[in-house]
C-alpha cells in the first residue's frame, strides 16, 4: 500500500506570492488495484507522482509504502548530467538493490544507445535520455508503475518496443497513470483520484472519478 499523509507541497510565483499544489493531501492507494490520476493542466499530478515515487519531496506531510515504486516513465530529472549512462545505471542499481549485471544486460539491449551509454549524460538528447529512463524502469521490477501521460518513448518503432514490454509488467504490477484521455483511463485503471484545487477525491471506480471531473469542469 501507498499512503499519503498531509502532503503539502507549494511553489514560489513570479512577482511573489506562492501557488499551493498540494493542499494537505492524505489518501491510501491499495494493492491490487491501478489508479487513474485526473486533473486540469497545472494541478499538480506530475508533481504527486514524483512526490510519491521520491524524486521530489513535499513541503510538509511524507509517504508511507511497503511496496517498490517506480519513477515516473520516461523522466530523466534525477539523472546526474556529469555520470555516463552506465554510471546513473549502477547508482540506481544500488538505490533500489537491483543486480547491476542484470539491468546492464537488458539497458544495454532495450535502450538502443550503444556506446553513447558511456558518455555523460549530459551530453545526451531528451529521447535519448528518455530511452535510458525507461529502460531502466522495465530492467527493476517494480510493484508499481508510476505513468506520467506517456506509456512509451522514442519513435514508432521504440514506441512499439515500450508498449510490448510494459504489457509484461501489466501482469504482475499495479500502474499510477495520468492521462488526459479517458479511453486510455478506462482501459489501465480500475479506481481514480481527481485533483482539484490542490484538494485530492478518490474513487472505487474510474467511471465515478472521470464523471465527478467532467462535473467539476462544467
Request: glycine residues 10%; neutral net charge.
Amino acid at each position: 500500500m501507498i499512503e499519503l499523509v498531509n502532503i503539502e507541497k507549494s511553489y514560489r510565483k513570479k512577482g511573489g506570492g506562492k501557488k499551493i499544489v498540494l493542499d494537505g493531501v492524505s489518501a491510501q492507494f491499495e494493492r491490487g488495484h491501478s489508479y487513474g490520476l485526473i486533473g486540469n493542466n497545472g494541478a499538480g499530478k506530475s508533481t504527486l507522482l514524483r512526490i510519491m515515487g521520491g524524486a521530489e519531496r513535499p513541503n510538509y506531510g511524507y509517504v508511507r509504502k511497503d511496496v517498490n515504486i517506480s519513477w515516473p516513465l520516461g523522466f530523466s530529472g534525477s539523472f546526474n548530467g556529469s555520470l555516463s549512462g552506465v554510471e546513473n545505471l549502477r547508482f540506481v542499481c544500488r538505490i533500489y538493490d537491483a543486480d547491476v549485471a542484470t539491468v546492464s544486460d537488458f539497458v544495454h539491449d532495450f535502450a538502443e544507445l550503444g556506446k553513447n551509454i558511456l558518455e555523460p549524460v549530459k551530453t545526451y538528447s531528451s529521447g535519448m535520455r528518455q530511452r535510458l529512463a525507461f529502460a531502466l524502469s522495465m530492467a527493476i521490477d517494480f510493484e508499481v508503475y508510476l505513468v506520467d501521460e506517456t506509456l512509451a518513448v522514442g519513435d514508432a518503432a521504440f514506441q512499439a518496443k515500450c508498449h510490448r514490454e510494459f504489457e509484461l509488467r501489466r501482469a504482475h504490477s499495479d500502474i499510477l497513470l495520468t492521462s488526459h484521455s479517458p479511453a486510455m483511463l478506462e482501459e489501465y485503471c480500475t479506481r481514480g483520484a481527481v485533483l482539484h484545487d490542490g484538494v485530492l477525491t478518490m474513487f472505487d471506480s474510474i467511471k465515478d472519478a472521470l464523471d465527478y471531473y467532467r462535473g467539476v469542469n462544467a
